[in-house]
């Protein structure tokens, strides 16, 4: 089995900065991508940035130039440096990865697996 940990959300003050982090564990074979999604109260969940094992990123028009994901694979973590933080980036911040993991010594399995989330305020 997989498990996703996330960690670093809080309250942080407009303007300010956090880092996110998200960590992958268990028997993991291969991380192919891993992305940051983000719900905010009333609203549906959405993407804000993903990173593929390649390095290649992508991020959404509403975080671009703010924020900045990067993939340690040798930890299976990926981080999420946010600056210049906004009151409308408050959310439930949720890591998402795309892997595969040893069911046993001989069975990949590959899954979609989400972490729990973390709670990031902007507020004065």
């Known amino acids: 089995q997989v498990q996703l940990m996330e960690s670093g959300g809080g309250l942080v003050q407009p303007g300010g900065s956090l880092t996110l982090s998200c960590a992958a564990s268990?028997?993991?074979?291969?991380?192919?991508?891993m992305r940051w999604y983000r719900q905010a109260p009333g609203k549906q969940r959405e993407l804000v940035a993903y990173?593929?094992?390649?390095?290649?990123?992508n991020y959404a028009d509403s975080v671009k130039g703010r924020f900045t994901i990067s993939l340690d694979s040798a930890k299976n973590t990926v981080s999420l440096q946010m600056n210049r933080l906004k009151p409308e980036d408050t959310a439930v911040y949720y890591c998402?990865?795309?892997?595969?993991?040893?069911?046993?010594?001989?069975?990949?399995?590959?899954?979609?697996?989400w972490g729990k989330g973390t709670l990031v305020t902007v507020s004065s």
């Open positions: 990173i593929l094992s390649s390095g290649d990123t």
């Open positions: 268990g028997s993991i074979r291969s991380v192919y991508s």
């Open positions: 998402n990865a795309d892997l595969d993991y040893w069911r046993d010594a001989d069975t990949p399995v590959g899954v979609d697996e």
